[in-house]
């Protein structure tokens, strides 16, 4: 991106309403040289600017190789994302980035993958998922463990037909609420490893969404053998440059907008804040 600090004005493309508090919007810049010089990783993200009123950090929900449109899942929370939901096709938002580090996509070549996704944590994911899709054969076994907390709150459901055909998707929710049928797991996300067939040997583990599953699902992993450099996780801390200024995403030595957000949890093990529950030095 030409100035990493000065947002360049994108058009809503399309609009998805994925849930009760949750949208995938389609972007693409207006300026053309700019849609042209745009490129990203899955797992790495966006400031997006509504106009007037503020800027929030977002991650990329679309493949890469499906440009010259891009795709963020967003969900309405604040400030920003309130004022996101009252947008429509056609109209603008300010976008720089793309920014931080992206999923290990060529360590998983050849492979095992475990993704563990918790509630819109999927929204990362979902790139990598699609682009395992695409070179299927280049990757091994491929295991998705997604939990959310009800039926209504799980994102992307009208694509799980078409994964699943190449990978094996695995469903958990905390609760079903009354008038809802769910006939997959009720519990955590970690109650799901007692299904699945992974294994550490030879996979790579990526983990996204609330930090207390994320430190449940470490914990659970590295008694089941997985070491702390097969794990890899996307962290969220409050941000505000993106791009290693201002210190707002620090933890300790790391900053998460540049550092990160993805962190193989091997390099959050020494960390004296103990994210995710690891030894602090
Ligand atoms: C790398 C990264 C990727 C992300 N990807 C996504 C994504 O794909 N989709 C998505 O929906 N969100 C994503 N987020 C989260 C999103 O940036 C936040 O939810 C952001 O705060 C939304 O901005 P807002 O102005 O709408 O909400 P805010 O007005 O900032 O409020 C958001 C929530 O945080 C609380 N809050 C406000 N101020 C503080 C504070 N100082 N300390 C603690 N809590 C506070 C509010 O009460 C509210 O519950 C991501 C964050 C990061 C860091
Ligand atoms: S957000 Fe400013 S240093 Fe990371």
């Not at 994302?81 to 070549?109: F, I, S």
């Not at 996979?203 to 470490?218: D, H, R, S």
Request: net charge neutral; charged share 20%.
């Amino acid at each position: 991106m030409i100035n990493p600090f000065k947002p360049a004005r994108a058009l809503i493309r399309g609009v998805q309403k994925e849930t009760y508090d949750t949208t995938t919007y389609t972007l693409s810049f207006e300026d053309a040289r700019v849609r042209e010089e745009f490129a990203f990783q899955p797992g790495q993200f966006n400031m997006i600017t509504l106009f007037g009123i503020g800027e929030a950090p977002v991650s990329i929900s679309s493949d890469p190789d499906e440009g010259p449109t891009f795709q963020h899942t967003v969900r309405h929370v604040g400030n920003v994302t309130k004022a996101l939901a009252r947008l429509k096709v056609g109209d603008a938002v300010g976008v720089r980035g793309a920014y931080g580090t992206g999923w290990p996509m060529e360590l998983l070549r050849g492979r095992n993958v475990l993704i563990v996704a918790g509630g819109i944590g999927l929204a990362p994911l979902r790139p990598v998922i699609t682009q395992i899709l695409r070179q299927r054969r280049d990757f091994g076994r491929v295991e998705l463990l997604y939990g959310a907390r009800t039926p209504a709150d799980m994102l992307y459901t009208p694509q799980f037909p078409r994964w699943q055909e190449e990978i094996k998707l695995y469903q958990a929710v905390d609760v079903v609420p009354d008038g809802y049928s769910w006939e997959q797991r009720v519990g955590v996300v970690t109650t799901l490893f007692g299904e699945m067939e992974s294994q550490p040997a030879d996979t790579i583990v990526l983990t996204c969404g609330p930090e207390i599953m994320m430190k449940f699902v470490v914990k659970d992993l590295l008694t089941r053998g997985f070491l702390s450099d097969q794990i890899y996780v996307s962290l969220e801390r409050r941000m505000s440059c993106g791009v290693k200024k201002c210190g707002k995403c620090q933890i300790g030595p790391k900053f998460v907008c540049r550092d990160g957000p993805v962190f193989a949890y091997a390099e959050l093990m020494g960390l004296s804040e103990g994210v995710l529950g690891g030894v602090a030095g």
